[in-house]
């Protein structure tokens, strides 16, 4: 008999973490992608009244795990979107297919609303809104459905960052931003999850993240 595998701390906490996701009310995680290894991006279906928002088009995501995910639901797939256009967020080749196979979507691209401003959509009645802040990259947008944020890879609590795609002053500005969200549309956040499911809280104050 072979011996169990033993699983590192870290690994843990990741299947804690997305077990815990699971069951967000109107999340619905397709899974990680590409290969759900733990550096790889979760792809969502957020749905309400039978309408679904298909957030983050990864590699490896195909027209099939969205259809099986939409049946599996009973609901329609009426917009797909992404947190930024960086490769492992924004595959192409993935976005491609998904227009050609649901051609009465509504597609937004990550690039369509400027920076510092808040686009506000209806998904089966219901408030999600789209915050365009760069900080990670010319064209982050977090994403706010049902009190969960869904942040990209925006880090939260500095203006530090991994890359040098946007300056520290834009940074600042869409910090800044993000902190007056509740204040500007009197709607409140309660969780955020990272678009990597590497950092996700609940019973947040967000104004003070």
């Known amino acids: 008999m072979s011996a169990p595998m033993l699983r590192k701390p870290s690994e843990w906490c990741r299947i804690l973490r997305v077990n815990a996701l699971r069951h967000l009310p109107g999340w619905h995680l397709l899974g990680a992608f590409p290969d759900n290894e733990p550096d790889d991006v979760g792809s969502w279906l957020l749905h309400a009244n039978g309408e679904a928002l298909l957030l983050e088009v990864p590699p490896g995501l195909t027209v099939d795990d969205v259809a099986a995910g939409l049946d599996s639901m009973g609901v329609g797939l009426r917009y797909v979107t992404a947190s930024h ?8 080749d ?8 649901y051609t009465g979507t509504h597609f937004i691209h990550p690039t369509e609303a400027k920076a510092g401003s808040d686009t506000l959509i209806s998904l089966g009645g219901e408030p999600l809104w789209l915050i365009k802040a760069p900080k990670h990259s010319p064209s982050d947008t977090v994403t706010v459905f049902r009190g969960v944020a869904m942040t990209g890879d ?5 203006l530090d960052s991994v890359n040098g795609e ?44």
Request: aromatic residues 10%; proline residues 3%; without cysteine.
């Open 85 to 92: 256009l960086h490769e492992d967020h924004f595959d192409p």
């Open 94 to 101: 993935s976005w491609k297919a998904l227009q050609e196979a």
């Open 154 to 158: 925006i880090e939260l609590g500095t």
């Open 166 to 209: 946007v300056s520290r002053a834009t940074k600042a500005a869409s910090m800044d931003y993000l902190r007056g969200f509740e204040g500007r549309t009197g709607y409140h956040v309660h969780t955020i999850v990272s678009a990597h499911l590497n950092d996700f809280r609940q019973g947040v104050n967000w104004p003070l993240l």
